[in-house]
């Protein structure tokens, strides 16, 4: 539903402006105005997936244009848990633009083919993945929360406490948020593999094509859990953890984009 | 009626002057009993602290000269002071620019250090022993009650107030910029100064659960600790004790390093590298500067402490010019109200005037009307004062609404046409 889509665009965008506007004035009307409107969006959102389901029939997340919006909501609804566990209103500044961009861009690529029966007609396909749109949109925030890390503590090294200083949250704040969407990026995306690892079997008897996207996950897999097993072992935290936080999401966004590039079995529409 | 403010500040007067002029609560009861003479300065109030003396008060706008020479005169004679000495020193301001004062000092915005928090509860102590002396009528009351909604405005929707810009407050600010929260937090004490007391008394009051103190001479480290329920230990004993602490202040006065970078790195391996806040503001420095360069520890000296104060202090002054534009609006607002309060009775009087003129010509003519049953007279009584009301409501109303709009002289009431 173009219509719905597009409201949930425009509602995005208002929260996205307040987002950032809040977190340079740091004004709590505006915030009260941005998280509103990302609720609202959030609704409108939803309805468009469920319309689009319902009209097509089948479950709206397969081609790029659906990837997109999917992760854009997959995002939304990670964001609102940030929110209500961690009150750190200064993740929306960074979360409501990148959420607008995606469901912006989603909405501009327009139509797309409908998948082929082989897809749809099983469920451990949606499952596989929705299960690695939510990985990569709990890897998007433990990005977002190390990248605020590492500005922070910058700050607190060099004592410059400028702008950022007076706006970020606390460093302990980020450190735990990146560690638990890390934590949670990791389980989903173990249970994404695992899942389309099973429906390959079944489907083609095959477990594993040496795809380029099938590679870079298990990269991306590797270089998560290494980064939660040192941190739950915690000799290793703070500058070190984040930079492999940063590092970590340029390996998932190899993962989702870069794969397309190189081809493969993994690209579709 | 018109406001009048006459005072000294910190700006405008050293503290030789400011000292001689204050009141404490008694003068100021005394002092306002005797300013406030029910005719020249019809209310008043003493706001009197340590950065400011100001005496507010209210008069017939016509007098409004003669009312500020009685409160500068009161203030020579109650300070002692020749006449015409505090001339130089002395600001006055009225009406607007009166109100507009007041909500600035209320707000903080006048303060020596903008944003501090002190002032609005002497602005309501003041207001407090005015009311106890009887000399705080109809315009004051209003326009203090309206002072403490606009402190509040300001104190809510602006951040002036909320960054630190004292170096003992400094040890909260930083502790919660790394800890978040500093409920469940330790703070270790190397040293038991002055200034090191009051951070960890500002750390308490902040959530920071214990306290640890080691003093070279334990016995004012245990006076100290009586305080906060704190532990002493022996500054020997320090190192068993640091891996514990989040927050350190060191403030010991030791030749030389107290903390060393060794020390610090083996004490994180035992936290497993929680993140820890040292803040030395002993000069010269008790704590290593290289411990600075260690993963997850923060150090700070009391330069840096300096330089974010100087930081917030900035930061206060952007917020203090959102919290100008509030005081603005607020001050056109009370303006407009205080017309109102003047205007009411003054329409009252003249509704009153023209219901006596109906009156009285009743009275002259009821001869002529012969004998009326009391239903008849009831009804020659509706008939004169609904056509009164009527013929004068929309002259009133539009009276009104002139009178709302007039700017230049704000405070002249118009003339009514039925006096005299």
């Known amino acids: ?269 | 009626m018109s406001i009048l403010l006459v005072g000294v500040n910190h700006k405008t007067a050293p503290v030789e002057i400011r000292e001689q002029l204050a009141f404490n609560d008694e003068a100021c009861a005394t002092g306002l009993r005797q300013l406030v003479d029910g005719d020249v300065v019809r209310e008043g109030l003493i706001v009197s602290t340590c950065n400011r003396v100001e005496i507010l008060g209210a008069t017939a706008s016509d007098k409004l000269e003669f009312g500020a020479g009685r409160i500068q005169q009161f203030l020579d004679t109650s300070g002692h002071l020749p006449p015409g000495f505090l001339e130089a020193h002395l600001y006055r301001h009225t009406d607007e620019e009166a109100v507009r004062h007041l909500f600035r000092v209320a707000s903080s915005l006048d303060s020596m250090v903008v944003g501090e928090p002190q002032i609005l509860g002497q602005v309501r102590h003041a207001y407090a022993l005015g009311v106890e002396a009887g000399t705080v009528g109809r315009v004051l009351n209003r326009l203090v009650h309206h002072t403490f909604k606009v402190a509040k405005r300001v104190r809510n929707e602006t951040g002036i107030a909320s960054s630190a810009v004292s170096i003992s407050y400094m040890a909260v600010e930083l502790g919660k910029k790394i800890f978040g929260d500093l409920k469940g937090c330790s703070v270790m004490l190397l040293g038991a100064g002055e200034m090191a007391e009051l951070s960890a008394r500002h750390l308490v009051n902040a959530g920071a659960a214990r306290v640890v103190i080691a003093n070279r001479t334990e016995a004012t480290a245990r006076q100290i600790a009586q305080e906060f329920g704190a532990t002493t230990v022996s500054l020997d004993q320090m190192d068993q004790y640091l891996g514990d602490a989040d927050v350190v202040i060191c403030s010991t006065g030791a030749p030389d390093f107290v903390v060393t970078a060794e020390l610090v790195r083996k004490t994180l391996e035992r936290r497993r590298n929680r993140p820890t806040c040292f803040i030395d503001i002993s000069v010269p420095r008790n704590i290593e500067p290289a411990v600075s360069k260690i993963p997850n520890v923060f150090l700070f000296d009391i330069d840096d402490l300096e330089s974010v104060i100087t930081s917030n202090i900035r930061e206060r002054e952007r917020e203090a010019e959102r919290a100008e534009l509030i005081v603005q609006s607020e001050v056109m607002q009370f303006q407009q109200k205080l017309r109102l309060m003047d205007f009411g009775p003054s329409i009252g009087a003249m509704q009153q005037n023209m219901q006596d003129i109906a009156r009285e010509e009743l009275a002259r003519q009821r001869k002529r009307l012969g004998p009326l049953t009391q239903e008849q007279e009831a009804a020659i009584e509706v008939l004169l004062m609904s056509t009164v009301k009527k013929i004068s409501h929309p002259l009133l109303n539009q009276m009104r609404r002139f009178y709302e709009t007039s700017e230049p002289e704000p405070m002249e009431l118009p003339k009514d046409p039925f006096e005299e």
Not at chain 1, 14 to 37: P, T
Not at chain 1, 214 to 233: C, D, G, K
Request: proline fraction near 3%; aromatic fraction near 14%; include cysteine.
């Open chain 1, 1 to 269: 539903m173009r219509s719905l889509l597009l409201a949930a665009v425009a509602a995005y965008l208002i929260a996205a402006i307040h987002s950032i506007l809040a977190f340079v004035n740091k004004r709590r009307s505006l915030q009260r105005v941005a998280e509103w409107s990302t609720a609202a969006g959030f609704i409108l959102h939803t309805s468009a997936l469920v319309a689009d389901w319902v009209i097509d029939g089948h479950y709206p997340l397969f081609s790029l244009r659906e990837a997109l919006s999917f992760l854009a909501w997959a995002l939304v609804a990670l964001y609102c848990v940030v929110l209500y566990k961690y009150r750190t209103q200064a993740v929306g500044a960074f979360t409501m633009p990148l959420i607008s961009v995606l469901t912006l861009v989603a909405l501009l690529i327009g139509t797309s083919p409908n998948a082929p029966a082989t897809f749809s007609a099983t469920w451990l396909f949606p499952i596989h993945t929705t299960l690695l749109i939510f990985a990569y949109a709990a890897f998007a925030i433990a990005f977002m929360a190390s990248v605020m890390y590492l500005l922070q503590e910058r700050e607190l090294k060099l004592k410059t406490f400028g702008a950022i200083f007076h706006r970020l949250p606390p460093l302990t704040t980020v450190n735990e948020l990146a560690t638990s969407a890390a934590a949670l990026g990791l389980l989903l995306l173990t249970l994404g593999i695992v899942s389309g690892v099973m429906w390959s079997s079944t489907r083609f008897g095959r477990y594993w094509r040496n795809d380029p996207k099938e590679i870079f996950a298990l990269l991306t897999w590797l270089l998560y859990f290494v980064l939660i097993v040192y941190r739950l072992s915690a000799s290793w935290r703070g500058r070190s953890a984040a930079w492999l936080g940063v590092v970590g999401f340029a390996l998932v966004l190899l993962t989702f984009f870069g794969a397309r590039l190189l081809g493969g079995y993994h690209v579709f529409g």
